[in-house]
Structures are given as structure tokens and as C-alpha cells.
């Protein structure tokens, strides 16, 4: 994998793309690297996270910043990440009104999107033998599994909130498996979402330098995957994928629930249910047609942000 040459509006496109990586990390069951490899650039993603080691240093002391800059692909970071960053603090408002007002809706959409995404995985698949099946099944296993864990709560300590940050960063990256959602399970999802509505910069960079952490780490990993085993590791995020289907289910009725220090009643654990049984359970509509069709809108806006990245060259 190397870089890819970009003119000024590749590199808007690039914002874009992290924008709606962005809106999407700000949502308890949605991946940010799904949206980054559906819209074509999650190998170059990987590569340039890898770059970012001891070599970075070396080449940095030895020839400058132009080539260090040049070495961990800087221009790619700085838009992917710059516009990562603009969502979160602009969008994230806008996503958590809606998962608080309109969950069901916004269940369905990223239902349909995560649905596509699968397809928009295996389909890369050429054969599939027994170790490709395996590792399909594994990573929907493994996914499945994270949804039905049951949320903790521990203090927002600064040595949680790096840890947090390093692990959340790991699955951030992993298409089908949600940052957010791994921060909902360590019961740091809330009070990482206030720091950033709230500007807490002290959180927020211990909470960074867990991720830059992370990042570094993980990053050279996933990179190893693609280039040796780049079919084995298509499979296993298929699979992540398909298994995160379980919690953005859009209808669920609360088995368990406490109340956190706000007053505010927090779900432990939830059960997914027809639409009919929602109404019944909840006396809540279920939109059960305006929620299908916003499914069939997730997927065809798997459709678009596919040829976007197909048409812009990754």
C-alpha cells in the first residue's frame, strides 16, 4: 500500500469522508472505519496510521519535517482527521438529539447502512474456503458477543480515561464494531460526550493520548493483516460487521435499567423485538414503514459513498 497523489478537492473529499466518519463514532453501534472503508480509503487509513512510529522519528531528525510530513502521509491525516474532528463537535449534537428524541429512526438507517456494508465487504471475496468461512463466523461471533456484554460504570479516573481512549480507538477503526459502544461498555461513553460538549481539555487529551497510543499500535497490526492475509481479514470484518447487526437493531425493550447521578434512567440491558411487540411493550409507534424506508435509504447510501470512492480514486 502507498499513498495515493491527490489535488486540493481530493483532499475535501477526504474532510468529507471524515465528517461522516465522524457523525458516525458519535453513534453507541456504528464504526467510523466502516464509513472508511466503504468510501475506499481504509487500507491507505491503515498504512498511514503505521507510518506514524520510530521510523517517522528517525526520518524526521535525519532529512526534516517536509519528509517526515511526506513519510507518514500527512495531508491524508490532517483531512481524514481534521474532519473526524469538526464532526464531533459539530454533529455530535445533532446525532445525539436524534438518538434521544427519534432512537428507532436512527436505528433503521444505520441498520440499512450497516446491512449494505456487509455485502460491501465479502463481495471483495473471491473463494471462499474453509479458513475464509472461519474467520467470517468468528468475527460475527466476536461482535455479537460485544453487544450482549452488559454496560459497566466506573469513575472517569485519568488512568480510565487513557485506557479508554486506547481501547475505544482500536475498535473505532474496525469496521463493525463502534468506538462509542466500547466506551458505552466501559461506562465511559457519557462523560467522554460531555467533555466534548463541555471543552474539558484536560480530559480530552489524556483521553487522545490513549488513542494516539492506540493508533500506533493497533494500526501496524491491521496493516500486517492486509498485506499477508488481506482475504482472512476481508472475511473477519465482514463478520464484525454482520454480528453489530444485534445492537442497531432499531426496536428493544428495556429488561434492565438504572439510574445514573443525573436522574436519568440509563439501559443495562435490552431485548430486540418485532415492531408489533415493540408497540405493545412500550406503547410506544414503532414507524415501522417510515423506518423501512429509511433502511432502504442506509443502503443506498452505501451505494452512493461507494461510487463516491470508486469516482474520486480513494
Not at 489524556?206 to 501496524?220: E, H, K, P
Not at 410506544?284 to 414503514?289: G, N, R, T, V
Amino acid at each position: 500500500m502507498k499513498a495515493v497523489k491527490r489535488d486540493k478537492k481530493g483532499y475535501v473529499g477526504l474532510g468529507l469522508r471524515g465528517m461522516l466518519m465522524g457523525a458516525a463514532d458519535a453513534v453507541p453501534g456504528v464504526s467510523g472505519g466502516t464509513i472508511a472503508f466503504m468510501t475506499g480509503i481504509y487500507a491507505e487509513l491503515i498504512y498511514s496510521l503505521k507510518q506514524c512510529g520510530p521510523e517517522a522519528v528517525k526520518v524526521l531528525f535525519k532529512h526534516g519535517i517536509p519528509s517526515a510530513w511526506r513519510h507518514i502521509n500527512g495531508n491524508f491525516l490532517l483531512s481524514v482527521f481534521g474532519g473526524i474532528i469538526v464532526s464531533l463537535i459539530t454533529l455530535s449534537h445533532l446525532v445525539v438529539f436524534a438518538l434521544e428524541q427519534y432512537p428507532v429512526l436512527l436505528w433503521s438507517f444505520f441498520f440499512g447502512l450497516i446491512l449494505a456494508a456487509v455485502w460491501s465487504v465479502i463481495r471483495h471475496i473471491e473463494r471462499w474456503g474453509v479458513s475464509v468461512m472461519a474467520s467470517f463466523a468468528l468475527g460475527t461471533v466476536v461482535a455479537f458477543y460485544v453487544t450482549i456484554m452488559t454496560p459497566t460504570f466506573i469513575e472517569a479516573t485519568p488512568i480510565m480515561v487513557f485506557l479508554a481512549g486506547m481501547i475505544a480507538i482500536c475498535a473505532m477503526i474496525l469496521p463493525g464494531i463502534s468506538g462509542s459502544f466500547i466506551l458505552l461498555l466501559l461506562g465511559m461513553y457519557a462523560p467522554m460526550l460531555n467533555a466534548v460538549k463541555s471543552l474539558q481539555f484536560t480530559t480530552l487529551a489524556i483521553f487522545a493520548s490513549g488513542c494516539v497510543i492506540g493508533l500506533l499500535s493497533f494500526s501496524r497490526v491491521l496493516n500486517w493483516m492486509f498485506e499477508k492475509h488481506k482475504t482472512l481479514t476481508l472475511a473477519l470484518l465482514g463478520g464484525f460487521m454482520l454480528g453489530s447487526l444485534n445492537k442497531v437493531w432499531p426496536w428493544k425493550v428495556t429488561i434492565e435499567s438504572i439510574i445514573n447521578r443525573h436522574g436519568k434512567e440509563i439501559p443495562l440491558l435490552q431485548s430486540n423485538v418485532l415492531p408489533s411487540t415493540f408497540e405493545t411493550s412500550t406503547g410506544q409507534h414503532s414507524y415501522a414503514m417510515l423506518a423501512l424506508a429509511l433502511m432502504l435509504l442506509g443502503v443506498f447510501m452505501v451505494y452512493l459513498l461507494e461510487k463516491f470512492g470508486n469516482k474520486t480514486g480513494n
